[in-house]
């Protein structure tokens, strides 16, 4: 299929996120707008864990921060869409800078530890800061639809179209930069550090840029979410809101840039769906339903759904190669690395 | 060879995964989640009221989410057995945010842009509930807090025209209940409490209630919240005549675990325990080690015989259980299960609307500034909606009171120590539901 069909299909495809919602009516557009707003930082995780190996699970902390800065600021009387935006993103940079020399210090399960414990620590600020914070009680955002760039989060598609924008947007920027030379070296690295360096790559210096990078976009959901909600809570800090991001990410697929979208979009609407239809077994069947497609579809779904493409392709080429189809169908499912086949 | 490791992000089936992404996303999201109905009889023939509720199912919330389904059931079946309001049949859409506030915040916006609710109901947990209140003066829908939402921001600071709490919380009942026991007891008294928001505020009521009785918490021990281990923080508490008793305002099964570490640490016997009290929190049988305790409560959890209303509404209640889901009726206690204060929030919430809708000839949603004035002065003395006292709505913040007891336990029994009217329960702030 040439590139020109591809573009189309993706451009028909885009239009369709920004038409058919609104088209649809009732709650849809709501619906998929919270979607996409817990999906950017599930976008982060996928960007910093899938794709650069650094296992980070305090993207929720950068998600809350700056979620909490908007509520902050608007309480302080600022009101201005830009600066509530700027304010949401330096204070998500902020904690994403914190991160990034965590990157640079420790590796590995030292460098998850680091990243538990300050999104343990961060959990507790809005008690220890209950007087600006709203401790417990959470705070809520002022300004009402000034504050969105006079687009209502509840009424309207206005803000709607304004989600999927920014969402194109970063897919698409964190697509080109994967596909670029620098997105490949940081793939790289995140598979093998050592050789990276070996080559003369900053291995650093490009762990640091993706912690910056996936903030901003975790920074930007937590500014959405605020703008949307009109109020914010401690939990947004917390570690439950963190590994929540990393199950919507793995559950879609943490090495693409579209599914930790779709793994938000099917866990959420799964929990709303059993919330809504039966009275007391939600997070039984939400767990049961987690470990089905973890040990299923170990790659996500979009890995899953890649892996299938792949075979048929396999299927189809038999006869056109010299390697055995069995031999094949291991290599992808990795089962040559496992039984001592190269991979380098 | 690193391009072998990199080559698979960036092969070109991405376009296929987009196409299944963003064709599932829009899918997934237009199958509207049918909500869990509940109704009454066919006695109401009017187009229905819906009313949307949000009850916690969370494992940290059982009980409460437990006895709001039963409650919530119970009050809805009674107004359409009994013709619903002004011919209109109220049914019931429940969703369960699981302890999250923001699946709180979303279910409830569901409720309403979805699942046409003409009003909303619920959350337990505070910031839920304070969530909740925030956005329903953006989607202008009335909203009763039921079970739970114990924050006194609520009514005390985030109030707005839309929301209404119809049971005493905080210093309301804090108060008055410290004046009792500085004057039973003596002055010195030691507390715990969650470490949150929630404790916080309970702390801060207790001390304004000690200091209105001419007592003092002479000892503080916060427990961090969450924490399982009660020990370190039990431990504390001085035996040797140094207070005259201990307030523990833990709450669900951090109270339950406060009260066994009480025991064990055998500090039950030599001091007088005050603020653990319901039946409802211990699966309708109170463990012999809170005999003595002292607690308020606008319900006792067994029904007073002398009061016909109470002993009705029990008797529903049970009716009601039998026909519910089978974890429910275990999380309650099975055939021990009691409404207590918990179900009694949830049964007077919904019983507080139907008043308030009767008063306002309400029919839906275009009725809403109506019922609000309806609810804003809501007055009912003792009887079927009310079973456990009188009720009053204060106009300005739209906190309820109730009758009120302090009440102390006796083996499975609860003594009444003394009755509070509500006109003797002042409100909590100064907030103005405008």
């Not at chain 2, 004057?183 to 969650?194: D, E, Q, S």
Request: net charge neutral; aromatic share 8%; glycine share 10%.
């Amino acid at each position: 299929m040439s590139t020109t069909i591809r573009w189309a299909g993706v451009v028909v495809l885009v239009a369709a996120l920004f038409v058919v919602p609104p088209l649809y009516g009732q709650f849809l557009p709501q619906r998929i707008s919270d979607y996409l707003i817990f999906g950017l930082p599930a976008l982060a995780v996928a960007l910093i864990a899938g794709h650069a190996r650094l296992l980070n699970i305090g993207v929720g902390a950068t998600f809350g921060v700056s979620a909490y800065a908007v509520a902050i600021l608007s309480q302080h009387s600022v009101l201005n869409p830009w600066l509530l935006m700027l304010g949401a993103f330096a204070a998500g940079l902020l904690v994403s800078g914190l991160f990034a020399v965590y990157a640079v210090v420790a590796t590995g399960l030292e460098y998850l530890l680091l990243t538990l414990l300050t999104t343990s620590a961060f959990f507790t600020l809005p008690l220890l800061f209950a007087g600006i914070t709203g401790g417990e009680n959470g705070l809520p955002v002022k300004g009402a639809v000034d504050i969105s760039f006079g687009l209502d989060p509840l009424v309207g598609n206005g803000f709607y179209w304004l989600l999927c924008a920014i969402t194109v947007f970063w897919c698409v920027l964190s697509w080109y930069l994967l596909a670029s030379r620098s997105g490949r070296v940081m793939v790289a690295i995140g598979r093998n550090p050592v050789r990276a360096a070996a080559m003369g790559y900053s291995v650093r210096a490009y762990q640091v840029a993706v912690t910056l990078y996936s903030g901003a976009i975790a920074a930007c959901g937590g500014w959405l979410y605020a703008l949307a909600h009109a109020f914010v809570f401690q939990d947004l800090l917390g570690l439950a809101n963190s590994v929540n991001f990393v199950l919507y990410s793995l559950v879609g697929g943490v090495d693409t840039i579209i599914g930790p979208l779709l793994g938000t979009a099917g866990l959420r609407y799964l929990g709303e769906y059993l919330g809504t239809t039966q009275s007391t077994q939600t997070q039984l069947y939400l767990g049961v339903a987690l470990l089905v497609v973890v040990y299923l579809l170990p790659t996500g779904v979009v890995g899953g759904f890649r892996q299938l493409l792949r075979l048929r392709y396999l299927v189809r080429s038999r006869g056109q190669t010299d390697e055995p189809l069995s031999a094949a169908l291991a290599r992808e499912a990795g089962l040559d690395t496992l039984l001592g086949g190269a991979d380098e | 060879m690193i391009q072998t490791g990199v080559a698979p992000f960036v092969r070109p089936t991405w376009w296929r995964t987009a196409v299944l992404a963003v064709a599932g996303l829009l899918a997934v999201a237009a199958c509207g989640g049918a909500a869990t109905q509940s109704g009454g009889s066919q006695e109401a023939t009017g187009p229905a009221i819906t009313i949307g509720v949000l009850d916690d199912q969370a494992p940290s919330t059982a009980v409460e989410g437990a006895e709001m389904r039963v409650n919530t059931d119970l009050a809805v079946n009674q107004i359409n057995s009994s013709g619903g309001i002004h011919g209109h049949k109220v049914n019931v859409v429940f969703a369960d945010p699981q302890g999250d506030p923001s699946k709180a915040v979303t279910l409830a916006q569901q409720l309403v842009q979805q699942n046409n609710a003409d009003i909303l109901v619920g959350g337990v947990l505070s910031s839920e509930c304070l969530g909740v209140e925030n956005l329903v003066a953006r989607l202008q829908v009335v909203y009763v807090s039921s079970t739970g939402c114990a924050a006194e921001a609520f009514t005390a600071m985030q109030c707005n025209q839309y929301s209404f709490r119809i049971t005493p919380q905080g210093r309301q009942v804090n108060v008055p209940l410290s004046q009792y026991i500085v004057n039973t007891y003596g002055k010195k008294w030691a507390i715990i409490y969650p470490d949150y928001a929630f404790g916080q505020s309970q702390l801060a009521a207790y001390k304004v209630g000690m200091q209105a009785a001419g007592g003092e918490l002479s000892q503080i021990i916060p427990i961090p919240y969450p924490e399982t281990n009660m020990a370190p923080y039990i431990s504390k508490i001085q035996t040797d005549g140094s207070v005259n008793g201990v307030i523990n305002s833990e709450v669900s099964a951090d109270l339950v675990r406060s009260s066994e570490a009480i025991a064990q640490f055998n500090i039950s016997p030599k001091l007088p325990i005050v603020g653990v009290f319901g039946k409802e929190r211990f699966g309708g049988v109170y463990p012999p080690s809170l005999t003595g305790d002292i607690g308020q409560s606008p319900e006792l959890s067994d029904a007073a015989k002398e009061n016909s209303f109470d002993v009705a509404y029990h008797t529903a209640f049970k009716q009601q259980l039998g026909k519910e889901d089978p974890t429910i009726i275990n999380t309650l206690g099975n055939d021990k299960s009691v409404p207590g204060d918990l179900g009694y929030e949830a049964y007077t919430a919904i019983t507080a609307l139907k008043e308030g809708m009767l008063n306002a000839n309400f029919s839906g949603k275009a009725d809403t500034s109506k019922l609000i004035s309806a609810m804003s002065k809501l007055k009912a003395k003792q009887g079927t909606d009310f079973p456990g006292g009188d009720f009053q709505m204060n106009a300005s913040d739209h906190q309820g009171v109730t009758t009120t007891y302090i009440a102390k336990i006796s083996g499975q029994q609860e003594q009444v120590l003394t009755t509070l009217a509500p006109d003797k329960l002042s409100a909590i702030g100064t907030c103005q539901a405008k």
